[in-house]
């Protein structure tokens, strides 16, 4: 099986930063895509960022230039990296990634159990 887990989550104060940081791991066979989203009490899953195998990047736009993301490969992990938090950025932030396992011959989505970002004063 595939295991994804996230880490770095936390409480800190509008106008702050905070990293998190996603390890993938077990019998993989490739990685393509990863990324990040998170859920709002009342709302749907959104997409945050992505990270191609190749290093594209896509944001949501409210990001506004405030969030990065980035991987290693040899380490089989992504992160992100967020600054300027707003407390609408209070959420449950979940690490995917896109992989491919050895016993199967197709890609599939895995994801890990969250990480809770609070933003307030």
């Known amino acids: 099986q595939v295991q994804v887990v996230e880490s770095g989550g936390g409480l800190v104060q509008p106008g702050g930063s905070l990293r998190l940081s996603c390890a993938a791991s077990?019998?993989?066979?490739?990685?393509?895509?990863m990324g990040w989203y998170r859920q709002a009490p009342g709302k749907q899953r959104e997409l945050v960022a992505t990270?191609?195998?190749?290093?594209?990047?896509n944001f949501a736009d409210f990001v506004q230039g405030r969030f990065s993301i980035s991987r290693d490969n040899a380490k089989k992990t992504v992160a992100l990296q967020m600054n300027s938090l707003k407390p609408e950025d209070t959420a449950d932030y979940y690490c995917?990634?896109?992989?491919?396992?050895?016993?199967?011959?197709?890609?599939?989505?895995?994801w890990g159990q969250g990480t809770q970002v609070t933003v307030s004063s």
């Open positions: 995917t990634v896109r992989v491919r396992p050895r016993i199967l011959s197709y890609e599939r989505d895995y």
């Open positions: 077990g019998d993989i066979f490739s990685i393509s895509n």
């Open positions: 990270i191609s195998n190749g290093g594209s990047t």
